[in-house]
């Protein structure tokens, strides 16, 4: 990779350029673009986890004034393809999770919809279910591949050999239980069809991957669908092309002309709309008697659906984590009658992480060691996975970056040694990881307007992560103009397509495609172009992909009270040091990084769908069973971030930075929270009950 | 939700009428309760008769020395009021220490001792519940119960009374002043809510139609050395777990007087008689705090997730008594 | 049942024929076409939906418009003084308060109903008297803020918003 873009916007804390309108709340979601004679769906869910719909009575729903359509499996519009059956709604008799979709009224008004929508009377042939993921269970299957496409299985050297023979060893089990991504803003679309053409407003992470998506299961061409989703209220991996999308427009067809309205509630969102499958993680770690790794080995556990598999790649992380010449990871499946699990924020990493740092933390101490100092005892040289140097690795400068700033050097190593004021007082360590990734199929077109600026378009989105002013500035420095001279649009498949936003590969691709566009524009019209000129460009490749293993590194450091009565457990004290390339605009990094840090803590502390395995549902299915973190329970929380200049990654020497900050919370937590009362809690989340004696 | 009429009501007695005549009519606060389980069809009245600008809207000092506190008061102006404050802190604990503040903003005070369980089987009308459909059976049972009873259950219903304020009021020994189709009355509070039984689809013994008036907190000083400790899943804006209510009166360390009551234990705010008898006349000291939690305790049976309610209620009623007594104890 | 009202928001006033079932959030959101307060959960568990209601911050999705005939409500947008923000939301964009903004709404009127009782005096779960003053620290800004959930994790740049506003 050559020429990084010259920083001059790039570096600077621009302030968020879609801020006023979030602020004052005029920013349009999905739900909230004005439309005319909009018409509202309210859905109806199975009640069953498995089995088939025998009949579906609509009678007194469709009597009801102000109904409009009621859609059931026997009259609902076909779909040209039904092979995802997690997206064929509607399409057949077969019922493959709890809370799927069975039916679904179109009225006049939401509330009229979701009367009737209790009105329809749906009557199953039921089948028994199984949706408990237990690791004795003997159905357990490798899967081809884990997500997206990582080898289910690796092994390096003789790792049950070298675990056998080791000086030190730690055998332990860690779970993690299954969580829901619950951005603020549920999943919302607005549907309208005139002719055989379809605009959907979607609440959407990857507006292009919903509309080849939807194009795909009607057979259109795509450019018969256009997405738009200016504004997205978060997503963390949830706002995909899910169900919720296609029944909209579905049922928009039986309605044509008028746009159909359907936002999910937040209950519905616990079964429709993916979620981090629980695990189960083995892990064994083995090391000479001066505290280096000899043998790692990290098995999981993990769910999926019986309707559609999701691999999460929970133990990809340690592949390449730690120096050690005997390794093994492996995972292991149960396609279950539940919902089909997804992404959520730092998939594989997060719960991968989790189990690998605790286990460091305890081996650590098994070793006599500094839990800092035995990081950095066993930090490989190159990649122990592939044998490839790394573009830049920076997880010492990070440690001990964190521990300087931490006063690490003062913790007095012995557990449940320190209380203050009737609340036991530790702290704790771990890193951070995550890869730097690229998705193809991004492209951007500028266009030379009035008055010296410059439109710059591309169907990226904005889902809290900051695009819209941080693309701008990207912009701004691949043509060589102030940032006010850009005027980015996106959020819109009209736009040049985007790659979706995930696997913090947003700024990676969108942004490489930009500066590629500005690259051809210059080309070809110098820095005096005429008003109209137009370029386009498309993310390069880039040939140090095959040539450097790429990831971000970062080190977490918690301070945490335990009541020593009432095992109440607090984070007073977060901070997180990230070594992630270059950081374009560092007041929406850092609170990137400090967002997906309070993410880690409330997975620490609070977030648990508990699945209640006899309705094969999550009994916990709102806000006020499913806790995610208060304000009351942040702290003092911070992020820094260490000067990396890698010229390998991309043209912005940027690494993403939207998942890292998840990856590692919780284990620096529970390690504290061992630091503070000597009791070790492997099976997240950290909550009161785990604490008290 | 089925559509309904709504009508405001000028005063107490046409809205108990109205209400006592229909069958489908129910009493209508702030709706913070009411409205939740009409979305989620737990709810289905066909009338609501809206009482929240009833002029009950008034704290009044009341004859004797104890204090009046209208139905229609808002949580959060309860828990300001200084009266409150400074004679029954508890009280004004106990409020703070529910919902949030926008919800306390609206949320009136029949509304909040009237608000329901929040079993999560209850709210979800897809699962059995006796307490929502009388001989359907109780999901909670064996299934997800970190968030229920450990005392006072019974085989047909084991969830939790969700109220904070109610907890303080019972060991407060309120009054609640109702108005009823045929008259007024008056009913202490532990004698309103009551034990599931086999009736779990009655929380009080409050006939339909009967409106809730107002609360009296009788006279008593030693209220104003009292407190509220609410321990929860997380720091703020969650449902008790455990919590404790305790007023003591201390004379030269030893305990004349005491008062406590525990929520997240029971179908009712727990009046914790039995510590209470083994602390009156003993040292205000940590043995007798824990041996009287114990007492209190010695009846309690878990249910698959909450065994650590029992731990955890009985720290907890030390940790309070121990923070009332602190003083003493220099 | 269809019931005619009045509700006065941001200072406009509208005459408006709402279903009894309706919340005092879907009149604004889908019948008014004012979207700035949010809908997160629809069954006040998150505090998206805050608005000012007769002057005090309160959630809307609990609350029918019906039993609010002729409140008057004030919105996010409304705080804003023509171009001139209102300073919660000047501090807002300053720290960076926010991400994906959708519970920003909420938050700032929360934000700025929370201002207003501490002004009058009104302890919270935190403060060490209750009977005394309120100091607004930091701790007492995060408990009287926990009603807004944020899932993007801007709180700590929401209590620094609200820490420069109040001092
Ligand atoms: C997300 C959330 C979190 C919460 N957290 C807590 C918490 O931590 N602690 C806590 O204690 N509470 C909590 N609450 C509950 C809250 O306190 C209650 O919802 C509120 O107090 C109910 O008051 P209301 O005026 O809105 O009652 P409504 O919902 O209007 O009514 C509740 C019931 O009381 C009846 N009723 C109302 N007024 C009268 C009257 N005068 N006479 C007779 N019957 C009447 C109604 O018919 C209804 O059955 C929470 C609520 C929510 C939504
Ligand atoms: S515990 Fe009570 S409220 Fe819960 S399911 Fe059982 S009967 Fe219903
Ligand atoms: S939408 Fe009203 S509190 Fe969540
Ligand atoms: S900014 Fe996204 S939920 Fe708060």
Known sequence: MTGLLEPRAIGTSLERLDGRAKVTGTAPYAFEHPVDNGVYLHPVQSSIARGRITAVDATEAEALDGVIAVLTPANAPRLVSGDDRELAVLQSDEVGFRGQFVAAVVAESSEIARQAADMVGVTYDRQPHDTELRADRDDLYAPGVVNPDYPTDTSDGDPDGAFASAAVTIDETYTTPMEHNNPMEPHATVALWAGDALTLYDSTQGPNLVRDGIAGLFGLPADRVRVIAPHVGGGFGSKTLHANVVLAAVAARVVAGRPVKFALTRQQMFSLVGYRTPTIQRIRLGADSDGRLTAITHDVIEQTSRIKEFAEQTAVPTRSMYAAPNRRTTHRLAALDVPVPTWMRGPGECPGMYALESAMDEMALACGLDPVEFRIRNEPDVDPESGLPFSSRNLVACLREGARRFGWERRDPIPAARREDGWLVGTGVAASTFPVIRIPGSAATIRRVHDGRYRVEIAAVDIGTGTWTALTQIAADALDVPVDAVDLQIGDTALPPASVAGGSSGITSWGSAVVDAAREFREKYGPDPEDGDEAGGAMPDNPDTERFAMHAYGAQFAEVRVHADTGEIRVPRLLGVFAAGRIINPRTARSQFVGAMTMGLSMALHEDSVMDPRFGQVANHDFAGYHIATNADIGSIDAIWIEEDDPHVNAMGSKGIGEIGIVGTAAAIANAAHHATGIRIRDLPLTADKYIR | ?330 | MDVEMTLRVDGARYRLVVDTRTTLLDALRERLGITSPKKGCDHGQCGACTVLLDGRRATTCLALAVAHDDAEIITANGLAAGEELHPVARAFLDHDGFQCGYCTPGQICSAVGMLDEVEAGWPSHVSEELAGGVELDDEEIRERMSGNLCRCGAYANIVAAIREVAR
């Open chain 2, 1 to 330: 939700m089925i559509p309904f009429d709504y009508e405001r009501a000028d005063d107490a007695r046409s809205a108990v009428a109205t209400v006592a005549g229909r069958p489908g009519a129910v009493f209508l606060g702030a709706g913070t309760n009411l409205v939740d389980h009409m979305k989620l069809g737990v709810a289905n009245p066909d009338l609501l008769v809206d009482v929240s600008r009833l002029p009950f809207d008034v704290i009044e000092p009341l004859q004797g020395g104890g204090v009046r506190i209208g139905a229609t008061v808002r949580n959060s102006d309860l828990a300001a009021a200084p009266v409150i404050r400074q004679r029954y802190p508890m009280l004004a604990a106990a409020l703070l220490a529910g919902a949030s503040g926008q919800l306390r903003n609206v949320a009136t005070t029949a509304g909040n001792l009237l608000q329901r369980t929040r079993c999560v089987y209850f709210q979800d009308v897809t699962t059995p519940c006796n307490k929502r459909r009388p001989g359907s059976g109780c999901s909670a049972v064996e299934g997800y119960t970190r968030d229920h009873a450990i005392l006072g259950a019974s085989p047909h219903c084991v969830a939790v009374h969700p109220s904070d304020m109610a907890v303080a009021l019972t060991a407060l020994d309120a009054v609640v002043q109702v108005e009823g189709p045929s008259g007024p009355r008056s009913l202490a509070i532990s004698d309103l809510y009551r034990l599931p039984g086999d009736q779990p689809q009655r929380d009080t013994v409050l006939e339909h139609g009967e409106l809730i008036t107002a609360v009296d907190l009788p006279e008593l000083p030693m209220a104003a050395r009292s407190s509220y400790r609410k321990v929860r899943d997380r720091a703020s804006y969650a449902f008790a777990l455990v919590s404790v209510a305790a007023a003591v009166d201390v004379v030269d360390g030893v305990m004349r007087d005491v008062r406590i009551a525990l929520g997240g234990v029971a179908h009712k705010p727990w009046r914790a008689s039995r510590a209470e008898e083994a602390l009156r006349g003993a040292p205000a000291a940590e043995d007798a705090f824990r041996h009287a939690a114990d007492a209190e305790l010695t009846e309690a049976r878990p249910l698959r997730d909450n065994a650590f309610k029992i731990p955890m209620a009985r720290n907890t009623m030390v940790t309070v008594l121990r923070g009332l007594t602190w003083e003493e104890g220099r």
